[in-house]
């Protein structure tokens, strides 16, 4: 996989913000707004939040790897995007069929209540 080279190392930046760049006579709204619609920045704030497990993780750091990886993709290399995508296919299979099997449940008690907005509401939250 290629290595992305940046100019800012791990101890010169701050892990709560990203070490990104103004332009030339760019406002800081504008920088701001242009970061944020930037794929690898958004993809780095989403795995930040869902990724607490794995302690504090530095945006900059996140987006760096994430643009490695999509420019691993660009050239050919999908291993890693391969083995991603079934991992991700086993794991929404699961969370699939959890919540069928709850919908199953909850077919089989609402019945007993139809008509019943009330006693509706104490079967779905008991």
């Not at 089989?108 to 079967?123: D, I, Y």
Request: net charge negative; with cysteine; hydrophobic share 35%.
């Amino acid at each position: 996989m290629p290595e992305l080279k940046t100019k800012y190392s791990k101890s010169d930046r701050d892990p709560e913000r990203f070490a990104g760049e103004i332009k030339q006579n760019e406002a800081h709204g504008d920088a701001r707004a242009r970061t944020s619609l930037q794929p690898n920045i958004k993809g780095a704030v989403t795995a930040r939040e869902y990724s607490k497990a794995f302690g504090d993780l530095d945006l900059t750091g996140l987006s760096n790897e994430l643009v490695s990886q999509a420019q691993a993709v660009q050239e050919g290399y999908l291993t890693r995007a391969e083995a991603m995508l079934m991992v991700q296919a086993h794991s929404l299979d699961a969370i699939y069929n959890s919540l069928a099997q709850q919908a199953i449940v909850t077919e089989l008690t609402l019945p007993r209540c139809q008509g019943h907005r009330l006693c509706t509401s104490a079967v779905l939250f008991e």
